[in-house]
């Protein structure tokens, strides 16, 4: 654990010694490339959104930025740190950009997890689990549909909108269910309790009469473990 510390406080000097100096030019521009590929993989349509500013907020990213994990991977989500407290949306008027960041940024750690094995049958009085291949994310805009609209629409549709994103275990790839507000709210209560003890807790909080809904809930909730969603 020491040597582990000390290592990235070396790392963190050898960062500071990059702003200056020119015996360093040479380790500036490989730290540049490094982290640009990095969060450039990680951000293409935010990256493509930013356009000619890009690679000015990557050199104050690696110039202001106290970098608080050593490993590369992980540097995306302080670049979206850095955005935030640059308040980068709002300097060019991105109003979804912070959004944006965030489903693409778990796309990224989604993709990068391995599966559950085996599979997950349905219970109601099972405890269940939200696997560690999904996600639930609250948005104020509609960014897993950034391919089909206009930015104009985009800002147009600022709201709530409440997402799985998961890994298929079909084609590996990540993919995405929007959901209602009150299925959000069972998905959050998963932990210590039984399914059913959630969804009553949940529906009487919402006035919902349960006996009309089980049914579609029961056939949401199998499909959800088929996906390896629940576990």
Known sequence: MYSHMKEFEIQKEFFKNLISGDKYSIYR???????????????PIAKSLLKEKWNKLIEDFIRFAEFRTPYLWEIPCEFIDFLKRKKVA??????????????????????????????????????????????????EYPVHRIGDLSLGDLKDLKGEYFLIIYTS?????????QITEFLYDILKRLENKTMIEVVEEVSESYNVDLQEIVEDL???????????ILI
Request: include cysteine; charge should be negative.
């Open 218 to 228: 029961e056939n949401f909730f199998i499909t959800l473990c088929k996906e390896k």
């Open 29 to 43: 521009e490989i730290v540049f490339n490094n982290i640009d590929d990095t969060c450039s993989k990680a951000f």
């Open 169 to 177: 275990p079909e084609d590996y790839e990540v993919s995405y269910f």
């Open 90 to 139: 709002e300097k060019y008027g991105i109003d979804f950009l912070y959004d944006l960041l965030r489903y693409e940024w778990v796309e990224i750690e989604l993709f990068n997890r391995d599966l559950p094995k085996g599979s997950s049958e349905f219970g109601w009085n099972k405890k269940t689990f939200l696997s560690h291949t999904a996600s639930l994310e609250k948005f």
